[in-house]
């Protein structure tokens, strides 16, 4: 005979414990928990790091199009404010 856990059956507490739904329920909140740790983790980097994270993960200029795009814009936006910032400084005699 079979056990609860080779059924696949959650042992957890709450309204669906004991049932298949309540263990998808447990799983989708714990995925979830860890999607947002590492997007948290991911928006403490640079965007010069972001390029370099996903240039090691996904190989040197491939894949993730959009999200290139993106930091690619943050990066020209940084340095258009540099450039902005030095033209605007004046010396004070």
Partial sequence: MATQIQKGIHQGSG?????????????????????????IEWRKLTPQQQLEDLDVRLGKGVGAKKQRARIARQLEDLG?????????????E
């Fill in 15 to 39: 309204p669906r414990a004991g049932t298949i739904a309540g263990w998808k329920a447990s799983l989708m909140l714990e995925r979830r928990d860890q999607a947002e740790a590492c997007h």
């Fill in 80 to 92: 258009n404010n540099k450039k902005v910032e030095s033209q605007t400084t004046t010396v004070e």
